[in-house]
């Protein structure tokens, strides 16, 4: 789950950062409200899940109550375009007006999981701010990491080590720095965080250290011990269609290519999609219907795949355990009768009532619907129609 700046800047007051006051507006006459009661340079802030605002003009400092006004009239009209939402950009709803800052100098922190070593990594560096994905790439030396014991939590001298990285060494500098850092820390641990992340903290003109953006992921796996957390959910973000699958069980993960795929297993997921690459096909998503799958949930995974107006063919791929290619069969008659297949649909099943579901098949007598003897045979003739 994902949450918005706002919503992540109040969780970093809880946890002691310093952030400066801000408010959220819903429209421009309330922006320019907030910008009034504040007073002051203020920075307008387009509250979307996807970063690069900065770059796309969805971050403004704005010196007059007029500049908001035209700034929030800008951003709640206009979809963001970033390097993280792709060509269509995301419709932004909300703005956050928060008193802006002189900065002196940018930084970067952020938690993360290390699977590698199994860990939680804290990140550090003095090229903060908006070009931190090149500064990772062209020069890695520049973040300094220091890893938190899993039961120890972030130990003192790590946490000076950090400190020392990001090249404080004013005595209130360093304690700032010191609770951002133990914080953000917190804040990861508590909140069963993937991620946790101030991009920039900044060191303003007059030696404060202060957060200025946040960004914060959360393991879904761990909302149910989280209600503070999931009073922060926000649906409206969300892409309908993962929010469709989600209602009804299944997982769906959006791609780029053109052939959709509805497996039941994470594991032949990942084999239907190389497979499909490998007879020079693209994957344009991946619909996993589950073990134990109904045939309204199959229904449901035809219609959300079928949305999708990049899919120009579909393969179906099920190995039937304890999801019975019979099920899916009727479940694949149903959705021809009701959604109709507008793109060819080639099927490949295997295991569990197999002949069953090749009778019903058969007597169905659907046109676009293709069988497959075997998925190397599914994967050619799938690439063969989208070709
Ligand atoms: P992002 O581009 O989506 O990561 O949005 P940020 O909130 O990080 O803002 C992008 C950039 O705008 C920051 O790196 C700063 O350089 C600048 N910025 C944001 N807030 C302020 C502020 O209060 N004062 C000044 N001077 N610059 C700001
Ligand atoms: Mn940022």
């Known amino acids: 789950m994902k949450v ?14 310093p952030v400066p006051a801000s408010k959220v507006v819903e429209n421009v006459a ?22 690069g605002r900065g770059k796309a003009g969805f971050v403004k400092l704005c010196q007059t109550p007029d500049e908001t006004r035209q700034a929030a009239e800008f951003m709640l009209t206009n979809r ?8 269509e950009g995301a419709a932004v709803k909300k703005l956050l007006v928060a008193e802006a800052v002189e900065i002196d100098k940018e930084y970067y922190v952020a938690v993360v999981l ?22 990772a790439a062209n020069t890695p030396d520049a973040i300094h990491k220091e890893w ?23 005595k209130d500098q360093v304690k700032g720095a010191t609770r951002v850092i133990n914080g953000l820390a917190k804040i990861f641990a508590q909140c069963d965080c993937s991620l946790a992340e101030i991009n920039p903290l900044v060191r303003t003109k007059d030696g404060r250290i202060l957060a200025i953006d ?13 209600p503070k957390l999931r009073e922060m959910y926000d649906p409206s973000e969300e892409d309908p269609n993962e929010l469709r699958a989600k209602e009804h069980g299944l997982s769906y993960i959006p791609l780029d290519g053109n052939i959709g ?59 039937g355990g304890i999801a019975k290619c019979d099920t899916i069969a009727e479940a694949l008659i149903t959705a021809a009768r009701e959604v109709g297949f507008n793109v060819p649909v080639v099927v490949r099943l295997e ?24 998925l190397a045979d599914a994967a050619k003739k799938v690439c063969a129609q989208v070709a």
Do not use: W
Not at 114 to 135: F, L, Y
Not at 148 to 169: D, E, M, Q, S, Y
């Open 4 to 17: 918005h700046e706002y919503q992540a800047r109040s969780l970093l007051e809880e946890a002691g950062v």
């Open 30 to 51: 309330d922006a320019v409200a907030a910008h009034e009661s504040m007073g002051g340079t203020v920075v307008v802030k387009a509250q979307v899940f996807a970063g």
């Open 80 to 87: 963001m375009v970033s390097k993280q939402t792709g060509p």
């Open 114 to 135: 290390d699977r590698a070593k199994r860990r939680s990594v804290v990140m550090v560096s003095r090229e903060g701010g908006v070009e931190i994905e090149e500064v």
């Open 148 to 170: 938190i014991h899993p039961h120890l939590g972030l130990l003192g001298f790590k946490t000076a080590r950090l400190v020392n990285a990001l090249g404080l060494t004013e």
């Open 214 to 226: 946040a960004k914060m992921n959360f393991d879904d796996s761990g909302l149910f011990r989280q």
């Open 261 to 319: 795929c509805l497996v039941n297993g994470a594991g032949l997921a990942m084999s239907t999609m190389d497979i499909i690459k490998l007879h020079g096909g693209e994957p344009a998503n991946f619909l996993d219907v589950g073990g134990s799958v109904s045939t309204e949930g199959a229904t449901e995974a035809f219609r959300i795949i079928l949305a999708d107006s990049k899919v120009k063919g579909v393969l179906v791929n099920i190995f």
């Open 351 to 374: 295991g569990t009532n197999v002949e069953r579901a090749r009778e019903l098949i058969a007597e169905a007598n659907i046109e676009q619907l293709i069988t497959a003897d075997d």
